[in-house]
């Protein structure tokens, strides 16, 4: 499995922009980048994913580098809900999503 | 569309009693997998099943167990219970090919959450 590293917590203002950083300097050429969050008392929810290209769905955009070394979630407008563990996820053909420790995102109001 | 459903959703036990957990998985979804997440470690994963063959297996001791019928539905045991196995168990579905590309998305669903006493 690829590592990754991630802050451990990072704080957000209501309605500005959040980019939460990942490293994961020894993907391999064919993983896949995943991000999942998991809300307080749920369990994960998809959030996005991509190989090489960014990538935008009506959650968040994933910005990956051009090494893909790195990637940025960028969540457009920070709100109260979005407040949850962001998992950063390189996942390899037939393997399973393993999940590190994530990025705890605080949102105040 | 309904999502993935887990039950019981919560459940006490003591040590050395069995516990079975059951989980539906979104309609058309053929791949369902189960993690254990503690506040100690995490989420871990413990197995993955497709078309009622275990397709991944993770690093847990032969005490926990899983199975899947023809309905994509399935259930996971554990026996022998331990204090260490309390625990939240959460089971993902996804819309799977017979070889997974990397890509796939897992739903989850909202979990089992097992006290052991």
Request: hydrophobic fraction near 30%; glycine fraction near 8%; charged fraction near 20%.
């Given at each position: 499995d690829a590592k990754t590293t991630q802050p451990n917590s990072m704080e957000s203002n209501?309605?500005?922009p959040v980019h939460l950083p990942c490293n994961h300097s020894t993907i391999s050429g064919t993983d896949y980048i995943h991000w999942y969050r998991q809300l307080p008392s749920q369990g994960p929810e998809y959030v996005i994913h991509g190989l090489t290209s960014n990538v935008n769905n009506r959650m968040?955009?994933?910005?990956?580098?051009?090494d893909r070394k790195s990637s940025t979630l960028i969540l457009h407008r920070a709100t109260l809900r979005d407040a949850a563990v962001?998992?950063?996820?390189?996942?390899?053909?037939?393997?399973?999503l393993t999940f590190g420790?994530?990025?705890?995102?605080a949102v105040r109001p | 569309k309904a999502g993935v459903t887990q039950t019981p959703r919560y459940l006490i036990k003591t040590r050395g009693q069995q516990v079975t957990l059951s989980?539906?998985?979104?309609?058309?979804h053929r791949s369902v997998s189960w993690y254990q997440q503690t506040p100690g470690q995490g989420l871990q994963f413990l197995f993955e099943?497709?078309?009622e063959t275990q397709r991944n297996?993770?690093?847990?001791?032969?005490?926990?167990?899983g199975r899947q019928f023809s309905n994509s539905r399935s259930e996971m045991n554990v026996s022998t219970l331990e204090l260490g196995d309390s625990a939240l168990y959460l089971c993902a579905?996804?819309?799977d090919q017979v070889v997974d590309s990397g890509a796939n998305v897992l739903t989850f669903g909202a979990g089992s959450r097992l006290t052991v006493l």
């Amino acid at each position: 499995d690829a590592k990754t590293t991630q802050p451990n917590s990072m704080e957000s203002n209501e309605e500005e922009p959040v980019h939460l950083p990942c490293n994961h300097s020894t993907i391999s050429g064919t993983d896949y980048i995943h991000w999942y969050r998991q809300l307080p008392s749920q369990g994960p929810e998809y959030v996005i994913h991509g190989l090489t290209s960014n990538v935008n769905n009506r959650m968040a955009s994933l910005a990956i580098a051009e090494d893909r070394k790195s990637s940025t979630l960028i969540l457009h407008r920070a709100t109260l809900r979005d407040a949850a563990v962001y998992y950063c996820i390189p996942k390899s053909s037939g393997d399973k999503l393993t999940f590190g420790t994530g990025t705890r995102l605080a949102v105040r109001p | 569309k309904a999502g993935v459903t887990q039950t019981p959703r919560y459940l006490i036990k003591t040590r050395g009693q069995q516990v079975t957990l059951s989980c539906s998985p979104i309609s058309g979804h053929r791949s369902v997998s189960w993690y254990q997440q503690t506040p100690g470690q995490g989420l871990q994963f413990l197995f993955e099943y497709f078309s009622e063959t275990q397709r991944n297996k993770g690093n847990f001791p032969g005490r926990f167990s899983g199975r899947q019928f023809s309905n994509s539905r399935s259930e996971m045991n554990v026996s022998t219970l331990e204090l260490g196995d309390s625990a939240l168990y959460l089971c993902a579905s996804s819309l799977d090919q017979v070889v997974d590309s990397g890509a796939n998305v897992l739903t989850f669903g909202a979990g089992s959450r097992l006290t052991v006493l």
